[in-house]
């Protein structure tokens, strides 16, 4: 399950990436990034354990 937390922050912070510079989604934008943010912080305190 972390792997699986870890690599959609991942993909979100590339899509945030790309409609930041690229598309200029407005809003979504600051949604996907909001989205990553918070799945890597469920990844630091949940630990390895998980």
Known sequence: MSNFLYLLAVILIIGWLLGFFV??????VHILLVIAVIAILLRLIRGKSI
Do not use: A, T
């Open 23 to 28: 598309f200029s989604l407005g809003s979504i």
